[in-house]
Nanobody, 122 residues
């Protein structure tokens, strides 16, 4: 499975941004998927995850109510809609795929895309 995240950029606090992650590979749609982020000097942290069919989602407390994860398996694409962005959301965002369940830890994900930088100005 190959993953490529894109859609990052510079946005003002309070604004919105939508990230996308294109997946390729025959079995890509059968994987649970997640978004993680890593700010400078920090460890990579969980943001959100979604089941392979899209029926179940899970969010980190820090983004609950502001971010929404979704997927379109017909397009093999994962999304992260980010609203009410805060300065502390600034990070490189990564998409990942897991053959298991909707995990919240990095070692449960087998495939990772290259990150996309989100910068929120205060």
């Amino acid at each position: 499975v190959q993953l490529q995240a894109f859609g990052g950029g510079l946005v003002q606090a309070g604004g919105s941004l939508r990230l996308s992650c294109a997946a390729s590979g025959r079995t890509a749609v059968s994987y649970a998927m997640g978004w993680f982020r890593q700010a400078p000097g920090n460890e990579r942290e969980f943001v959100a995850s979604i089941s392979w069919a899209g029926g179940r989602t899970y969010y980190a407390d820090s983004v609950k109510g502001r971010f929404a994860i979704s997927r379109d398996n017909a397009k093999s694409t994962l999304y992260l809609q980010m609203n009410s962005l805060k300065f502390e959301d600034t990070a490189v965002y990564y998409c990942a795929a897991s053959a298991g369940t909707m995990a919240t830890v990095t070692h449960e994900y087998e495939y990772w895309g290259r990150g996309t930088l989100v910068t929120v100005s205060s």
